[in-house]
Antibody, heavy 133, light 107 residues
């Protein structure tokens, strides 16, 4: 079955970069149907979707507006994983960070096709990241 | 962004009780909604997808209903392992957004 294994530091200094990795087993980061997301959870912000990457003949990446100026999500096909970088962190970025799979299916009507995503079904174990000096 | 309003924020119930949790979307989201259970220190676990489809391996006492803007999660007979926090997630449009959560506690 699909499993996601997160890694990365649990403590980051203010103004520095938060970096996490999510290793995938049982599926592929280059899957033509799945998308791969990062989500965080804090008492003040609840569960917050941060962004996703997916491959549909080329790579696509979507980011939440709230972090768009500071976030980078990158796929790594050689290691079958994807990563999160969040720049210029502040204590407000202290949270538990999760990676997750968002499975999709392709529908076509005539020559028009689109993907329907079912929402996150498999989650990583979570990484508690504290931003503090 | 679509706002998801979940109610109640907490409830106390006994083993064997039937409980219902509601999620309201700020605009119509068809049936593009999932329900998740989260226990302390663990990642959310999906129970229901597309509003009413039961995730494989999830007990049948969990059920979901609704479409458009109003959705419900029902647990027909609460079991000791069901005491947890429950969240809804809309996956109709990006950014994906979650409800604020409902904490189910033992009475």
């Amino acid at each position: 079955q699909v499993q996601l294994q997160q890694s990365g530091p649990g403590l980051v200094k203010p103004s520095q970069t938060l970096s996490l990795t999510c290793a995938i087993s049982g599926d592929s980061v280059s899957s033509n149907s799945s998308a791969w997301s990062w989500i965080r959870q804090s008492p003040s912000r609840g569960l917050e979707w941060l962004g996703r990457t997916y491959y549909r003949s080329k790579w696509y990446i979507d980011y939440a507006v709230s972090v768009k100026s500071r976030i980078t999500i990158n796929p790594d096909t050689s290691k079958n994983q994807f990563s999160l970088q969040l720049n210029s962190v502040t204590p407000e970025d202290t949270a538990v960070y999760y990676c997750a799979r968002d499975p999709g299916v392709k529908y076509c009507s005539g020559v028009t096709c689109y993907y329907y995503y079912y929402g996150m079904d498999v989650w990583g174990q979570g990484t508690t990241v504290t931003v503090s000096s | 962004d679509i706002q998801m309003t979940q109610s109640p924020s907490s409830l106390s119930a006994s083993v064997g009780d039937r409980i219902t949790i509601t999620c309201r979307a700020s605009q119509g989201i068809r049936s593009d909604l999932g329900w998740y259970q989260q226990k302390p220190g663990k990642a959310p676990k999906r129970l229901i997808y597309t509003a009413s489809s039961l995730q494989s391996g999830v007990p049948s006492r969990f059920s979901g209903s609704g479409s458009g803007t109003e959705f419900t999660l029902t647990i027909s007979s609460l079991q000791p392992e069901d005491f947890a926090t429950y969240y809804c997630l809309q996956h109709n449009s990006y950014p994906l957004t979650f409800g604020g959560g409902t904490k189910v506690e033992i009475k």
